[in-house]
């Protein structure tokens, strides 16, 4: 059969992609007309650059979310007709067209590209929210209290910090190291932060009102063994959240590279909010300081927080993909981009076009988080 | 100063003998020696045999023994044996580190005056065209990591331009065989310094000297080389010296990515076969790396900003 040309190869990959488009089209257009009562992310939508990093980021987002709508095979199938084929070949069993050609096993790279936009969405995200919550909970006495405690804090971060990234991450995610408890002892030490943060959350503000403190408390101790359970030790009671060991050994070392960035980053924010007058009145009506931390100082830091979390997804997007690069962790079937970049790069010289999909969807989504950051940065200066 | 700079070179070695001990732990692991052990001999070892030969070769010893015996020999200048390359490790990796060095100089050669430029172009008209495009520029560069853009660069130079080769032979310093490489890196770290660069500018550029430069009737030109650009460049200094540690894991990525046998080459190597003495000897000489450049851009910072003054 004959290949599809350029123009009638994006004309079908656009069409598949209706769905992202459609939502598209309701979150951003709602959003729009509403943006005077949205807030910072309103604001968004008055900045050209900020808008077009938050449409790349909600276009992967939205395709992380319907893989099986969006992509026209599943992400192993294989079929000998559109093994290294280049762009627009059609596979002959099926009639379906490659749109993105195949990769060195038959497998077809646009929807394995589709399929791996939900690996990265999912732990990017979670894993930087863990390292928020690490970095917050050790940061903010860090910043507050100085002296000691944040002298070995400090060290410790610094001592991770000087760890190059790739060295670390060949040392923690192997498949020796899965053998051994590390990866559970240090998921276990870094998924109770949470629990951590949200009890000290609600115990410093409620605990005056014990009906309403009980309840949140129990909410808090509940969702968050049933997570703990699920995650760390893959015996989630209802089988709903559950994590395969290379899963968790990756993002424990996603995490543990994480943290530190994010705690110096709270620290220096927290040196800087606590000689405010607002703090020093609280400290004058008598608060708890964990009070003055969580419900003053934070909700204050909160711009350059949101605005580094950004990147730092970037940046875990990235880190993500050169684990996939360096074959660390990773099944090697698995259609995540990193993994797919390091299986097909070998064939540059057959299929020049075989690595570009792959590469492109990522640096796609890093720049958009990027742009987005840069947009958000821009309107919370005009406060 | 001295007394600041002591201090330092003394956190700098208790930095340096947790890292090594944290490495000298994660590499001799139980699964870690066991892979050690059948590769160095024969794969189809029994598990009574593995466990001999670790006895025999005195892996079985306390670790906090193992690692002061290796301390001892570290710091006398015997850096131990690579079972990976089978010779001493004091063989391999100078040369190795020789071939990154020249590596790493090339890309600071083209980094640093490029970022510098484009920061100082953009940020001395802030919100300008040029800023802006410039700076979107910028995001975009540090947006690509060296995988994706070495790839996509391997695409359109070497298969379909054919002008540059997509594997890059260590030691051989030619435009067709270091180009790849050098704007892989070069292009990465590139961004990152543009920006700061940019924001430091424009920083000084509404700072009030200037103002009385400009009333004073200078031109723009003269106003920018001779008055801003000396402050505004002390904030990048500190940047570009931390991007040493970056260029450190590009430098892993890009040299695999172009088979470029260099010290990252010999890293990957070494943690893929749990080559422990090379291991070791490889994570001293990043963490040095870090820790170092660390020291510089303090110290250096200290001594060009005057109103800085360190306790």
Known sequence: ?383 | MLAFVARRLAVMVATMLALTFVVFTLVNLEPNLRKLALEQNNVRMSQDAVNIWLQEEGYRRPLVVRYGEWLGNAVTGDLGYSTRFRKPVADILPERLGYTGILAFWVMVIMVPGALIIGVLAGMREGSKTDRSLSVLSIATTATPEYVSGIIFTVIFASWLGIFKGVAKAGDVTFVNFTLPVMTMALYGMGYIARMTRASMAEVMTSQYIRTARLKGLSFGAIVVKHALRNALIAPFTVIMLQFPWLLTGVVIVEKLFNYKGFGWVLVEAADNNDIDLLLSCSIVSVAVVIVTQLISDVGYAYLNPRIRVR
Not at chain 1, 152 to 170: D, E
Not at chain 1, 362 to 382: C, H, I, P, T, Y
């Open chain 1, 1 to 383: 059969m004959e290949p599809l040309g350029f123009f009638e190869i994006w004309a079908g990959v656009i069409g598949r992609f209706w769905p992202v488009w459609l939502c598209m089209a309701v979150i951003m257009g709602g959003s729009f007309a509403f943006k005077s009562r949205l807030g910072l992310y309103g604001r968004l939508y008055d900045s050209g650059v900020g808008m077009i990093g938050l449409g790349i980021v909600l276009f992967w987002v939205l395709t992380a979310i319907f893989p099986e709508v969006i992509a026209t095979f599943g992400p192993l199938e294989q079929f000998a007709s559109i093994k290294r084929k280049p762009p627009g070949t059609i596979e002959i069993e099926t009639g379906v067209a490659a749109y993105f050609g195949g990769d060195n096993l038959g497998r077809d790279l646009f929807s394995r590209m589709v399929h791996g936009s939900t690996f990265v969405l999912t732990v990017a995200p979670a894993a930087t929210l863990v390292a928020y919550m690490v970095g917050i909970s050790l940061g903010l006495p860090a910043g507050y209290f100085g002296r000691k405690i944040d002298a070995v804090l400090t060290f410790i971060a610094n001592l991770v910090l000087a760890f190059p990234v790739i060295l670390l991450f060949y040392l923690l995610v192997t498949p020796g190291v899965r053998e051994t408890a590390i990866p559970n002892v240090m998921s276990g030490v870094f998924f109770a932060f949470p629990i951590v943060f949200f009890g000290l959350l609600f115990h410093s503000r409620y605990y005056a009102r014990p009906r309403l403190f009980a309840i949140q408390m129990a909410f808090t101790v509940v969702i968050g063994a049933w997570l703990y359970a699920g995650l760390v030790f893959d015996a989630d009671p209802l089988g709903i959240v559950s994590l395969d060991p290379n899963e968790l050994n990756i993002f424990a070392a996603v995490v543990f590279a994480s943290s530190p960035g994010v705690f110096r980053i709270v620290r220096g924010l927290t040196m800087d909010i606590k000689t405010r007058d607002y703090v020093a009145a609280a400290q004058t009506r008598g608060e708890n300081p964990w009070y003055i931390m969580l419900w003053e100082i934070l909700p204050n830091a909160r711009g350059p927080l949101i605005v580094d979390a950004c990147l730092r997804i970037g940046y875990t997007t990235i880190l993500l993909g050169t684990l996939g690069f360096f074959g660390l962790g990773l099944a090697p079937e698995s259609p995540d981009w990193g993994s797919m970049i390091n299986q097909t790069r070998g064939f540059i010289r057959i299929a020049p076009t075989i690595v570009l999909p792959q590469t492109i969807a990522l640096a796609m989504l890093v720049l958009g988080l990027n742009l987005l950051a840069d947009g958000l940065r821009e309107q919370s200066l005009k406060d």
